[in-house]
């Protein structure tokens, strides 16, 4: 999973705890994005990330799941 911005640790650790590999990555601009997504599962950003059409479809043959601003720790 990559993470593109700043999330609480907590969310981190969740996934982590679940098994995922986790790389978080900051402050990629839309060419290394684009770039490196194919490499990942999932992709969670929050409110500064642009997830371009590019982006998108450089990654659509292996992301499985994307999320903006949707993590929780309950």
């Not at 993470?3 to 995922?20: H, W």
């Not at 999932?42 to 601003?69: C, W, Y």
Request: charged letters at 30%; hydrophobic letters at 40%.
């Amino acid at each position: 999973v990559l993470i593109t911005e700043e999330i609480d640790p907590a969310g981190i650790s969740v996934l982590k705890n679940r098994g995922f590999d986790v790389d978080v990555r900051l402050g990629l601009n839309e060419d290394e994005l684009a770039y490196c997504v194919a490499a990942y599962d999932g992709l969670i950003v929050r409110s500064h990330t642009q997830v371009t059409r590019r982006v998108i479809e450089a990654g659509k043959n292996s992301l499985k799941d994307m999320k903006a601003k949707a993590i929780s720790c309950r």
